[in-house]
């Protein structure tokens, strides 16, 4: 069964990192783009970056300059470095394949506040 388990959130003041990590099933992470999105209550789930399997990366551009995507093919794990944090930041962070999403799992909170 494709799904991802996401890992790494917490709370954070601004201006400091987190690390999020994603355990995803080979079914999804084998089959091209892996990307992270966040969600806000009463909001849709934006894609925030993504990078594909020949490690090309895209990002919003509020994620520019400050998240940082990678991946590692061999433990089927995507990575996200968040660094500079803002408290426009916070929200639930869930990662899946970009072109066939499996199941979304529960997320990572991730609250950045003083």
């Known amino acids: 069964q494709a799904r991802v388990v996401a890992s790494g959130g917490g709370l954070v003041r601004p201006g400091g990192s987190l690390r999020l990590s994603c355990a995803a099933s080979d079914d999804l992470f084998g089959f091209g783009t892996m990307g992270w999105y966040r969600q806000t209550p009463g909001n849709q789930r934006e894609l925030v970056a993504s990078m594909s399997l020949t490690a090309r990366t895209n990002y919003t551009d509020s994620a520019k300059g400050r998240f940082t995507i990678s991946r590692d093919n061999a433990k089927r794990t995507l990575y996200l470095q968040m660094s500079s944090l803002k408290p426009e930041d916070t929200a639930v962070y869930y990662c899946?394949?970009?072109?066939?999403?499996?199941?979304w799992g529960q997320g990572t909170q991730v609250t950045v506040s003083s």
């Open positions: 899946n394949n970009v072109l066939r999403p499996g199941n």
